[in-house]
């Protein structure tokens, strides 16, 4: 799995999606948080502040509020 990417898969991606990333995850890097961003077309992106990798655990009540207004 080292070596794997789907990096050339994600233009494919149509489904509305949502990325989440706490600006304090040190598991994946701003890039391919960027990259996720960029490369799927209908993406929204909220980058949460004081937080790491879990941002369901770390800030639960704002994931929530995340999700649901994603979902809405």
Same mark, same amino acid.
């Not at 799995?1 to 994600?10: C, I, K, P, V």
């Not at 040190?26 to 949460?48: C, F, G, N």
């Given at each position: 799995?080292?070596?794997?990417?789907?990096?050339?898969?994600?233009?494919?991606?149509?489904? %509305?999606?949502?990325?989440?990333?706490?600006?304090?995850?040190?598991?994946?890097?701003?890039?391919?948080?960027?990259?996720?961003?960029? %490369?799927?077309?209908?993406?929204?992106? &909220?980058?949460?502040?004081?937080? &790491?990798? &879990?941002?369901? &655990? %770390?800030?639960?009540?704002?994931?929530?509020?995340?999700?649901?207004?994603?979902? %809405?």
């Amino acid at each position: 799995m080292h070596s794997w990417s789907g990096e050339q898969n994600l233009s494919q991606i149509r489904q %509305e999606t949502l990325v989440l990333w706490g600006d304090r995850d040190r598991t994946y890097p701003w890039s391919q948080t960027h990259m996720l961003w960029q %490369e799927i077309s209908k993406t929204s992106l &909220a980058v949460v502040p004081g937080c &790491a990798h &879990a941002v369901h &655990a %770390e800030k639960t009540e704002l994931f929530q509020l995340l999700v649901s207004d994603f979902l %809405e």
